[in-house]
């Protein structure tokens, strides 16, 4: 059978395939792809002392496959790369034969892997699917036929989990192993000067079947610098830990008051974004006093940062949606690593009251899992309580035509620190329909 070779060792670092949804057979297709596959890291480590590596084709798929077969002929697409370093043979035969069995999320690829890899050396790159099995095959440039692999092992079942693989040296049974440098493909770093035909000879067919390949036996060229003995690669797999995306719903129960958009704070239980009994932050007094959304959100990032979770988010709904006003809700997406959540929005029609929520602790596992608040009512502590249209911020909603400042007024200053706010209590210019009874809003967080 007639076969291509590799024409220089350039060729091979030129042959490494991008990442192939199988679904479509072609990466710019439309894939049927699974948005909570997992994401793995695979590293591929050439643990040779002289041998190289092909960049490694890669397959996630699920039990019914298989890529090559101890005691079963090599594929072509095999054969391709256990020859002649055809990295992108078998990744087309690969995405074809997974493509026809229906496996939408199954994937193939060495993720943009670019060159031969040295003994020593390592490769790492990203494969995203839902199925639960991974073989790899690699060529042994300085052999015949030679390969490493691994034929369906399980793939790391936890997010965070590392399974490490040591794989064997394997033999494509398909050219008799004469370790002659006019045999081997034109790779310098296997002597000989980088010699090679460049095409197959018929004479050397074997015939054969995938076998353990005996190493090299010195019947030619090659020397024990290209030998081996036991696992040629280590090839690792982790699931990695993706950030969670969350949907968070804010819903306003009152009769009368409206709310600002709430400023939102996913994070870890060394951020606090406000505490009752304690004195309120700027930002907090901002928003409670005065509806400034921005200066919270700043203060939280910056808190957030200093205390090194970069992952966490703080957030709130599009401001220019304006207040959600009684019965109204709103919705937005936040991706963060937190487990504690907390959320800060005024009651517009009080002098320095808030709806609140102060680091409750949650877990949501799997997409759909979610968790309901009941928001309770605070005191900022920060403004005398005058209900006074005059000293409000100026919402036409609450009343007085839209009168009021939009500023803390000094003479207001109370200095002292968050409670439980006692609700309307109409000693000024408020009626009861700016009353409430218990809860204040409900916030529901929904992890996609």
């Not at 350039?10 to 990466?27: D, I, K, N, R, W």
């Not at 199954?106 to 040295?118: K, N």
């Not at 440039?141 to 793939?155: E, H, I, K």
């Not at 919705?331 to 002098?351: H, K, P, R, W, Y």
């Amino acid at each position: 059978m007639k076969k291509t070779r590799m024409a220089a060792l350039a060729a091979v670092a030129l042959m490494a395939p991008t990442l192939v949804a199988t679904s479509a057979g072609a990466q710019d297709s439309a894939p049927v792809a699974d948005p909570n596959a997992p994401t793995y890291e695979i590293t591929i480590r050439n643990i040779n002392e002289g041998q190289w590596l092909t960049p490694p084709n890669v397959a996630i798929h699920d039990t019914s496959v298989n890529v090559w077969r101890r005691g079963h002929a090599a594929t072509p697409g095999v054969q391709a790369v256990a020859e002649n370093g055809a990295v992108p043979v078998l990744a087309a035969e690969l995405s074809a034969a997974l493509d026809q069995t229906g496996l939408g999320n199954s994937v193939v690829g060495s993720g943009g892997v670019e060159g031969p890899i040295p003994p020593g050396e390592s490769r790492t790159f990203t494969l995203t699917s839902s199925e639960e099995r991974l073989s790899a095959v690699a060529m042994l440039v300085c052999t015949n036929d030679g390969f490493a692999g691994l034929d369906s092992v399980r793939l790391p079942s936890r997010d965070g989990q590392t399974r490490t693989y040591r794989a064997r040296a394997y033999d494509a049974g398909t050219e008799i192993n004469t370790e002659l440098h006019a045999d081997l493909v034109p790779a310098p770093f296997c002597g000989g000067e980088g010699a090679g035909t460049g095409e197959s000879n018929p004479e050397l067919a074997e015939n054969g079947v995938i076998a353990r390949h005996r190493t090299i036996r010195g019947v030619g060229d090659l020397d024990g610098i290209f030998d081996w003995s036991g696992p040629v690669a280590e090839i690792s797999v982790t699931r990695m830990n993706p950030t969670p995306s969350y949907t968070i719903t804010f819903e306003n129960v009152t009769e009368g008051q409206y709310f600002t958009p709430p400023n939102v704070a996913i994070h870890d239980r060394n951020v606090r974004v406000f505490q009752r009994g304690s004195h309120a932050s700027n930002g907090v007094q901002q928003v409670a006093e005065n509806g400034g959304v921005p200066v919270l959100a700043a203060e939280l990032q910056a808190a957030v940062d200093d205390a090194g979770f970069g992952a966490s988010t703080v957030g709130n709904t599009d401001e220019a949606s304006g207040p959600i006003g009684p019965g109204q809700s709103r919705s937005f997406q936040l991706t963060a690593d937190g487990n504690q959540f907390s959320l800060v929005s005024m009651l517009i029609c009080t002098n320095d009251g808030f709806g609140g929520i102060d680091g409750n602790w949650f877990s949501l596992r799997n997409p759909g899992d979610s968790r309901t608040w009941n928001v309770r009512a605070y005191d900022a502590g920060t403004e005398i309580n005058t209900e006074l249209h005059a000293d409000l911020v100026p919402a036409p909603f609450c009343g007085g035509e839209g009168a009021g400042t939009g500023e803390s007024n000094p003479e207001l200053a109370e200095n002292g620190t968050i409670s439980r706010h006692r609700t309307i209590r109409g000693v000024g210019d408020l009626g009861p329909e700016f009353d409430w009874k218990s809860a204040v809003a409900r916030v529901t967080i929904t992890r996609n």
